[in-house]
C-alpha cells in the first residue's frame, strides 16, 4: 500500500464504515451532506481494477471510496435528534465567532476584522463565516485540522498567522537560539490542531510551506512532524 493510501486509511473513516457504525443507510448519509447537516467526504479514491484469468478473458471494476473525518461519527450521533440545515449553520457561526471573540490572539486572524476597540466587524465577520462555512462543507477543514471543529479552524487560522508573521520578521534561515525557541512554541501550537496532510499534498500544505521548511533550513529536522 502507498503512503498516501495508508495515511488516508489509518486516519479517516470510509463511507460504508460510517453507515455501520452509526446504523443509517448510504441514502440517508447522502442526505445529510446534500443540505448540509455534515460535511462532504474529504477525500475520494477512484480505482479501476482489471481481473484477467488463465481463459484469457478479463472484468473490470469501477470502485469508489469515500473518505470522512473521523469526527462525523460524532456528528451523526449529535444529530441523530435531526437539526434543520438553518440551525446547524447557525450553531457553527455562533461557536466560531464565540472562539474567535474569546481567543486572546484573535488580533492575527483575518485581515481587518477587528475594529480600532478591537471588537470583530460585523460586517467582515460575516463575510468571513460565509467563506469558512463553505470550505467547512465541502469537507477542506476534514483534511487540515484534526477535528473540524470550529475551535480548530479558529486555532488554525491563527497559528498560520502567527507563522507567516514570524517569517516575515525573523527571515526563514540563521535563526537565533532565542529564535528558535519561539518556533518550537509555535510549532507545538499548530501540533495541538493542524493534521499532517497525505504525503502527496504535504509539500504545499501550510506545514510544508512554513514549518518543515523552517525545521529544514535550521539544523532542526528532528521536529519534523513524521507519519
Request: proline residues 3%; glycine residues 2%.
Amino acid at each position: 500500500m502507498t503512503p498516501d493510501l495508508q495515511y488516508l486509511r489509518n486516519n479517516f473513516i470510509e463511507w460504508d464504515t460510517v453507515c455501520k457504525q452509526v446504523e443509517i443507510s448510504g441514502d440517508k448519509l447522502q442526505d445529510l451532506i446534500a443540505r448540509n447537516i455534515i460535511p462532504e467526504p474529504s477525500y475520494t479514491i477512484k480505482s479501476d481494477i482489471k481481473i484477467t484469468s488463465a481463459l484469457k478473458d478479463e472484468y473490470l471494476i469501477n470502485k469508489v471510496e469515500k473518505y470522512f473525518n473521523k469526527n462525523v461519527i460524532k456528528l451523526l450521533q449529535e444529530h441523530k435528534e435531526e437539526l434543520t440545515p438553518e440551525e446547524i449553520k447557525t450553531n457553527f457561526r455562533n461557536s466560531f465567532y464565540h472562539f474567535l471573540a474569546n481567543h486572546p490572539e484573535r488580533s492575527y486572524a483575518y485581515d481587518n476584522i477587528l475594529e480600532s476597540n478591537g471588537e470583530i466587524d460585523p460586517e467582515k465577520f460575516e463575510k468571513v463565516i460565509e467563506e469558512e462555512w463553505e470550505y467547512y462543507c465541502n469537507g477542506v477543514y476534514g483534511i487540515c485540522t484534526l477535528h473540524a471543529t470550529t475551535e480548530e479552524i479558529v486555532k488554525k487560522e491563527i497559528a498560520v498567522r502567527k507563522l507567516k508573521d514570524f517569517i516575515q520578521k525573523n527571515g526563514s534561515d540563521n535563526l537565533t537560539m532565542e529564535q528558535k525557541e519561539q518556533l518550537k512554541k509555535l510549532n507545538i501550537s499548530f501540533n495541538e490542531i493542524a493534521s499532517s496532510f497525505a504525503p502527496y499534498q504535504r509539500e504545499n500544505s501550510s506545514r510544508g510551506k512554513y514549518l518543515d521548511k523552517l525545521f529544514a533550513v535550521n539544523s532542526l529536522s528532528e521536529l519534523i512532524y513524521s507519519y
